[in-house]
C-alpha cells in the first residue's frame, strides 16, 4: 500500500482545484477519526478518504464514471477494501448499493465534510473553532441550506453504529484539528 505521501502527490498530479484538494483533506481527517473510533485501521480509512475524489476532475463528477474511474488509477497501489470503498462512495456508477462498513463510513464522513464547511461559512467569523456540531445537526433538517449535500449518505453514520450527534461531533473535531489546512 501506498503512502500517505504517496496518496497526496497522487492526488496532487489528478485535481487542481483547491477547494477539491480541501475537501479531500477534510476527508481524510474524518476517516481517520471514524477509523480510530471504530477501531478500524486509521491510515488506509484516511487514505481513502484522501483519494476518493482524485478522479472527480478527469470524470467532470459524471454520475456513471467518477468512482469506477479511480480503480484504474488506484489499483495496485491501495487494498481491495479500499478501493471498494472508493469506488462505492458513488453508488449510482456502480448499480449496486453500499452495504460494508467501510463504504458507508466514506459515504457518510466524506459528505459530512461539504455540510460542516457550509455551515462554517455562515459564522461571522467563519472559523471551524466556532462550529458547534449541534448546529451542524440543525443544519441537517434544512433542506435548502447547502442543497446539494445528500442528508441520506450522511445518515449512513447509524449504520456503522453512530449516532448523528455523534458523527457531527466527531467529524467537526476532526476536521478542526486541520483547520489551518483547510483555511478554515
Not at 460542516?116 to 451542524?136: E, G, H, W
Amino acid at each position: 500500500m501506498i503512502t500517505r505521501d504517496e496518496a497526496l502527490e497522487i492526488l496532487k498530479s489528478n485535481v487542481e482545484a483547491e477547494n477539491m484538494l480541501k475537501h479531500s483533506l477534510a476527508s481524510e481527517a474524518v476517516l481517520r477519526a471514524v477509523a480510530k473510533h471504530l477501531g478500524k485501521n486509521e491510515e488506509e480509512w484516511g487514505i481513502a478518504g484522501l483519494l476518493h475524489d482524485i478522479d472527480v476532475e478527469i470524470t467532470n463528477a459524471a454520475p456513471y464514471t467518477h468512482g469506477p474511474y479511480a480503480e484504474k488509477l488506484l489499483k495496485g497501489k491501495i487494498t481491495n477494501e479500499m478501493l471498494d470503498a472508493i469506488v462505492m462512495h458513488n453508488e449510482v456508477a456502480t448499480g449496486k448499493e453500499r452495504n460494508t462498513e467501510f463504504q458507508h463510513a466514506l459515504a457518510a464522513g466524506e459528505t459530512i465534510t461539504g455540510l460542516i464547511t457550509a455551515t462554517t461559512l455562515v459564522y461571522p467569523d467563519k472559523k471551524l473553532a466556532s462550529v458547534k456540531a449541534k448546529s451542524v445537526t440543525k443544519r441537517m433538517k434544512q433542506k435548502a441550506f447547502a442543497a446539494s449535500v445528500k442528508r441520506e449518505n450522511i445518515m449512513e453514520c447509524e449504520k456503522i453504529g453512530i449516532p448523528l450527534a455523534e458523527f457531527a461531533d466527531l467529524a467537526v473535531n476532526a476536521m478542526r484539528s486541520i483547520s489551518d489546512d483547510l483555511g478554515l
